[in-house]
C-alpha cells in the first residue's frame, strides 16, 4: 500500500511553546491530506483537510489561528500547534488520499504523540 | 444522531469463532465505506473497503446496506491477531468529501 510518513513520532514540548508536524506521501502524490487528533480509547476526530495550494478547511470547533495547516507541495503537509497547552497533548494522525480510484482510501502515517507539560 | 455510530464492545470471543460488527450512517449521500483496523497506539490500517455487492478477503467479509445505511463486517474463524479496534470509515461530500469515523468496535479473542 502508499506509504505517508509522519515526523517526528513523539515530542514533548513547554507550555507557550510551538510544534511543527510534518507529514509526507512518500510514493504517491496526495492533493488532498487530512489532519486527526486521538484522545486515548476514542476514536479520530477529524481537525482539517488540507488542499495542495490553497486554504486548509477546517472543522467546527478547531481553532486555525491555533492549528496552521501548510500544504506547500504534493507530498508535504505541515500541522503547527501554536501556543500549546497541556490540554492539546493528543495523538495527531494525517493522512493522505491515494486519489485517482473510485473508491478514496486513504492512507495513515505512524502519528504523532504530543506532550505539552 | 452521530454521523457514523458503532457499538464500542469491546466483543470477547474464544478463537475460532465467527464474529460481526455493524456500523449505521446517517448521511444517505455518501459514497464511500471502509473498515479499518487500529492496533493500541498505533494508526489506523485499512483492512476493506466496502462495495455495494459486498466484498470478501479471506476470513473477513464486509457487506453494505444502502437502502437500511449499515455496513457490516464479518471476521471467521478468529484469531488471537485479530484482536483490535475495528473503525468504520464513511466518505461524505463536504466541499469536495472528508472521512468521519465511527467510534470503533473493540474486539478481543480469548484463547
Known sequence: GAVVSQHPSRVICKSGTSVKIECRSLDFQATTMFWYRQFPKKSLMLMATSNEGSKATYEQGVEKDKFLINHASLTLSTLTVTSAHPEDSSFYICSADVGGKSSYEQYFGPGTRLTVT | ?111
Do not use: H
Not at chain 2, 35 to 57: H, T
Open chain 2, 1 to 111: 444522531r452521530k454521523e457514523v455510530e458503532q457499538d464500542p464492545g469491546p466483543f470477547n470471543v474464544p478463537e475460532g469463532a465467527t464474529v460481526a460488527f455493524n456500523c449505521t450512517y446517517s448521511n444517505s449521500a455518501s459514497q464511500s465505506f471502509f473498515w479499518y483496523r487500529q492496533d493500541c497506539r498505533k494508526e489506523p490500517k485499512l483492512l476493506m473497503s466496502v462495495y455495494s455487492s459486498g466484498n470478501e478477503d479471506g476470513r473477513f467479509t464486509a457487506q453494505l446496506n444502502r437502502a437500511s445505511q449499515y455496513i457490516s463486517l464479518l471476521i471467521r474463524d478468529s484469531k488471537l491477531s485479530d484482536s483490535a479496534t475495528y473503525l468504520c470509515v464513511v466518505n461524505v461530500p463536504s466541499g469536495t468529501y472528508k472521512y468521519i469515523f465511527g467510534t470503533g468496535t473493540r474486539l478481543k479473542v480469548l484463547a
